[in-house]
């Protein structure tokens, strides 16, 4: 049923250093979300919304840099397993700077919690605004999660064009991982790796 992929990570706002011309009032801000984001790189999720918080509580010196603030927490929230309060970040950044990213972001919440239909929306959301394998990912896993294995699969053959040879060498990984597939992990889709697929799609437990 494909339970365990693509799903592992939760993406960032990318947004260059510097982009911000921060005023000195603005000063412990940009001290307090770069301590935010340096707990989050070192997984130490509970310093990360403390920094996070004291940034979005002082104030940011735009809506764009407040949604990077919110981003940042919704994904230690998330990390952490909060999950509601991981889904009320993420859709301040959308309220703010509606993003690929943080759809996906938001829609693999939704989708760990069992809300299968709303995760579905906001892949779509996400591939709308730009097609990205991760959003094509995890939308395939969604609609595994529903049964209709066809539009899964579509989904995820969208995102082994889009990311190439690494993410079908990852889904090659699990799926031998899961006894599905015997072949040799090589980037390459072929009637092995689909026939693998659907295999795994039929089982509960991969």
């Known amino acids: 049923m494909m339970r365990n992929f693509g799903l592992k990570h939760f993406v960032c706002i990318a947004i260059a250093a510097g982009f911000w011309s921060v005023s000195p009032a ?10 935010c984001e340096g707990q989050l790189k070192a997984k130490q999720v509970d310093q990360a919304i403390q920094m996070c918080t004291k940034a979005i509580n002082g104030g940011a010196p735009s809506e764009e840099a407040m949604a990077f603030s919110y981003n940042l927490r919704g994904i230690a929230y998330a990390l952490k397993g909060n999950d509601d309060q991981a889904i009320t970040d993420f859709g301040e950044v959308l309220r703010r700077k509606p993003n690929p990213g943080t759809y996906v972001n938001r829609g693999s919440v939704y989708l760990r919690k069992g809300n299968v ?3 579905i929306q906001d892949f779509t959301q996400s591939i709308g605004q730009k097609p990205n394998p991760q959003a094509y990912m995890a939308r395939g896993q969604a609609y595994a999660r529903k049964g209709e294995a066809n539009r899964a ?5 969208q995102a082994f064009s889009l990311g190439g040879e690494p993410a079908v060498k990852s889904l090659q990984t699990h799926l ?9 992990i090589d980037g390459k889709y072929g009637p092995g790796t689909r026939k693998a697929l659907e295999a795994c799609l039929q089982d509960p437990n991969c």
């Not at 000063?27 to 770069?34: G, Q, S, T, V």
């Not at 031998?176 to 040799?184: E, N, P, Q």
């Open 176 to 184: 031998k991982t899961h006894g599905k597939y015997t072949g040799t």
């Open 153 to 157: 699969i579509g989904d995820f053959e």
């Open 117 to 119: 239909d709303m995760a």
């Open 26 to 35: 603005h000063a412990e801000w940009e001290a307090d979300i770069k301590a």
